[in-house]
């Protein structure tokens, strides 16, 4: 049945960021990405509009012409590069949050969530890549900054690279119905939502803890590249520039600010406490320099090295992995107080 053009333009208008009009175009990748980043921030979704004519075209092209682009290689796509990036970081932070109390989450967990998020962006439209190649990058790429948040940047890096490097054109599959479709887009929505939603909701006090500390350490990487950092903190006080646009109300403006203050108090109260505690695990005074900590930092790691103490494995692990994210949250140059402003 031919798709028409008006009705992918009204989905788009009525749902768009819940992903209705790929949905309505056979595009379930496509329409599972929109349901997990309502529409890629927004931002995706107002892109689309230029792109729906050639959507409702690709939907409505023969299967003779489909199984043509079949062993071919798709040109390459920044865009679609970019994507990957994002959306595999996207993943690995939601994982951070919601599943980092799992043993052996850095080795399994992370890269497997960064992995799936960059193989969603490359299933999307008549492209895929490779799973394999592009899971094992990922898993390969993980030990090497095993008990790092910033692991997620360097493991998105190398699955979307392998995933370009084995991109491919789909092969065609006979057509379902929408039962099985919504069925099988409701598991994979569920497994990414459920994760979260349970550690929200039953424990909400940890959860904050670990979205504060997860914020900050995002913020933290952009700590060398000031031009970048404010570009990313500018995206947090968009919500605020838009609504003063839309309503022009001044008085907002002063009640706005001290909201978003707060959010950032609240993160960057966090960075202090984990500060705190680096010194503490370290046992340098606060006014340590670089070098003695970094020396400090040697010394532990050779004594609490899982290698070296095999008669207490488990505690052993402990300790090295507090050593490493201690060691970590100091040698991030610490932000002045207000200097978001």
């Known amino acids: 049945m031919a ?20 949905l309505y175009l056979g595009r379930d990748t496509h329409a599972l990405l929109w349901m997990l980043t309502l529409g890629g921030g927004g931002l995706g979704w107002l892109w689309e509009f230029w792109k729906l004519p050639s959507f409702v075209a690709q939907a409505n092209r023969p299967q003779r012409q489909r199984q043509s682009s079949v062993g071919r290689t798709p040109p390459l796509s920044f865009i679609r590069f970019v994507a990957q990036v994002t959306v595999g970081i996207y993943f690995g932070l939601v994982a951070l949050i919601s599943l980092s109390f799992m043993a052996n989450f850095y080795i399994v967990g992370l890269p497997l969530a960064v992995g799936l998020g960059v193989l ?4 999307v439209g008549n492209q895929t890549s490779d799973f394999k190649n592009t899971l094992g990058a990922a898993f390969l790429i993980s030990p090497i900054f095993y008990g790092r948040p910033i692991a997620i940047l360097p493991i998105s890096l190398a699955a979307s690279i392998t995933a370009q490097k084995h991109r491919r054109y789909k092969t065609s599959v006979g057509s ?12 994979a929505y569920l497994a990414f939502t459920g994760p979260l939603a349970y550690s929200t909701f039953c424990n909400t006090a940890a959860t904050l803890s670990y979205v504060a500390e997860t914020l900050g350490s995002f913020l933290s990487w952009f700590s060398f590249f000031p031009l970048l950092g404010r570009i990313i ?3 947090f006080l968009l919500p605020y520039r838009i609504w003063r646009l839309l309503v022009g109300d001044p008085g907002f ?3 706005s600010f001290r909201e978003w203050e707060k959010l950032y108090e609240f993160v960057n109260s966090f960075q202090d406490e984990k500060r705190q505690l680096a010194y503490q695990v370290l046992s340098v005074s606060e006014g340590a320099t670089n070098e003695e900590i970094h020396r400090r ?6 004594i609490w090295h899982p290698d070296h103490n095999r008669h207490q494995t488990e505690e052993a692990q402990r300790h090295f992995l507090e050593i490493q994210a201690a060691y970590e949250a100091l040698s991030q140059p610490r932000k002045p107080k207000g200097s978001w402003r």
Not at 120 to 123: H, N, P, S, T
Not at 176 to 186: F, M, P, Q
Not at 297 to 302: A, D, N, Q, S
């Open 176 to 187: 379902e119905t929408l039962s099985v479709r919504l069925y099988r887009l409701g598991l």
């Open 233 to 235: 903190e500018s995206v």
């Open 3 to 22: 798709k028409g053009l008006l009705v992918t333009y009204a989905l788009w208008a009525v749902g768009g960021p819940a992903g209705l009009h790929h």
């Open 253 to 255: 403006s002063n009640n």
């Open 297 to 302: 930092y040697r010394e532990l790691v050779k």
């Open 120 to 123: 969603l962006v490359a299933a």
